[in-house]
């Protein structure tokens, strides 16, 4: 595992690498730290058939819906903010942190093969995923969907069950996998994360060094 800051990036360092992991944090600074230099360097980087695997923040920066995205996968995620008497204007993206219960779909069973059908896996505050409907990004492959949820506002009561907690999708000749929980951090099952590192890795050799940002 190497680290690799936003300079490194938008310096080409990416270079000699299978797959970029970003991890958690807040998705708005890590893409504007990239900058459009840098968010042009991943999405390069991809396109030409490496990986990308992002959890949590990491997966709110691959999707559409915010000027520093980068636009990989096509989602949106749930954004915007709604007023709640006592507290004022709150995010609609900020649920709070908890264990959530996920179902792996047919093709999550086969790509994470050796799991249970139905697990739990922290939560603290990753994307709910929404189609985006952009015409120039193919659909993306549910591989689990989230079966129970977490919120604070009762308004968000809803919002986030049935709806993928994992995904996987095609950007240019590379693979993109999101978690919107926290697999590393889930006893028994911080192996999804190394999954999903090799599942995005390039098709002709096992993957190098994994890059995380």
């Known amino acids: 595992m190497t680290l690799l800051s936003s300079s490194d990036v938008c310096q080409g360092q990416l270079a000699g690498f299978d797959v970029l992991v970003v991890p958690g944090g807040q998705a708005s600074v890590q893409g504007s730290a990239l900058g459009v230099e840098g968010r042009d360097a991943v999405r390069s980087f991809v396109s030409s058939g490496k990986g990308y695997v992002g959890f949590c923040a990491g997966a709110y920066l691959a999707a559409t819906n915010q ?20 507290y004022g204007d709150v995010s609609a993206s900020f649920r709070g942190w908890g264990d959530v219960s996920v179902e792996l779909t047919a093709h999550g069973r086969h790509l994470l093969e050796g799991l249970p059908a139905r697990f739990s896996l922290g939560y603290t505050g990753g994307p709910v995923f929404l189609r985006a409907n952009e015409p120039t990004l193919p659909d993306y492959e549910p591989l689990a969907y989230f079966r129970t949820e977490v919120w604070k506002y009762p308004f968000q009561k809803g919002a986030m069950v049935n709806t993928p907690a994992i995904l996987a999708a095609r950007f240019g000749r590379g693979k993109v996998i999101l978690f919107s929980p926290h697999p590393e951090t889930s006893p028994g099952f911080e192996r999804l994360l190394t999954d999903g590192i090799r599942a995005c890795a390039a098709p002709d050799h096992q993957p190098a060094q994994p890059a995380s940002k």
């Open 67 to 86: 000027d520093w995205s980068l636009k990989l996968v096509n989602v949106r995620t749930l954004a915007g903010s709604q007023y709640v008497p006592g």
